[in-house]
Structures are given as structure tokens and as C-alpha cells.
């Protein structure tokens, strides 16, 4: 079993940056895959960036060239930097991990831009 905890979340203002960081309760060397989803009320989870084999990046249309994922190996973390925010990235932000056929998800931050 494998817990994520994410951090970073907050209130900022349009154009400002944060950096989101989700940790891993234990070891997951080499995960499938980690990610960013973000919810907003009524609406389901949409996958916001993602990261295969350690290497291979996507992004959603929306954050594309503003977001950055990272995983970090040897401190077991993913990192979302996220620049040049917008009030349409107001959400709960979830980090998810795929490792060993399981699924693992964080319990979400809140992110706020106001304009």
C-alpha cells in the first residue's frame, strides 16, 4: 500500500505561480506512471499532466508550455510547477500513481486564482 500526501496548494492571484508536491509513503522505484488531475464542482477528474516511465511527459491542451511535471527518483515525489495561472485552474488538484498494476491517489489540495 502506497499513501500520497500533496502539498502546495493555496490562493494566488492571476499570473503567479505554484508548485505542487505529492510524496510517497514508501519507496515506488520506477513507477508506470504518476500524475496531476484536477476536479471542480460538478464536473469529473480531467488529467492535467502525466508522466510515464520517468520520462515521457503529457499535458493537457490547457496548461501546455505554462505547467512543468517532474518525479523525483531517489526522494520518491512529483512535483507539479504550474506558472502563469489562470482562474480557469481553480480546482482540487489529486496527484495519482500507477505501480505494480495498483492505482494509488492523494487526497487533493485546493488551488485558487482569483483575477
Known amino acids: 500500500q502506497v499513501q500520497l500526501v500533496e502539498s502546495g496548494g493555496g490562493l494566488v492571484q492571476a499570473g503567479e505561480s505554484l508548485r505542487l508536491a505529492c510524496a510517497a509513503s514508501?519507496?515506488?522505484?520506477?513507477?508506470?506512471?504518476m500524475g496531476w488531475f484536477r476536479q471542480t464542482p460538478g464536473n469529473e477528474r480531467e488529467l492535467v499532466a502525466g508522466?510515464?516511465?520517468?520520462?515521457?511527459?503529457k499535458y493537457a491542451d490547457s496548461v501546455r508550455g505554462r505547467f512543468t511535471i517532474s518525479w523525483n527518483n531517489a526522494k520518491n515525489e512529483l512535483y507539479l510547477q504550474m506558472n502563469d495561472l489562470k482562474p480557469d485552474d481553480t480546482a482540487v488538484y489529486f496527484c495519482?500513481?500507477?505501480?505494480?498494476?495498483?492505482?494509488?491517489w492523494g487526497q487533493g489540495t485546493q488551488v485558487t486564482v482569483s483575477s
Open positions: 495519482k500513481g500507477v505501480y505494480r498494476g495498483h492505482d494509488f
Open positions: 514508501r519507496s515506488i522505484y520506477s513507477p508506470t506512471a
Open positions: 508522466i510515464y516511465g520517468g520520462r515521457t511527459t
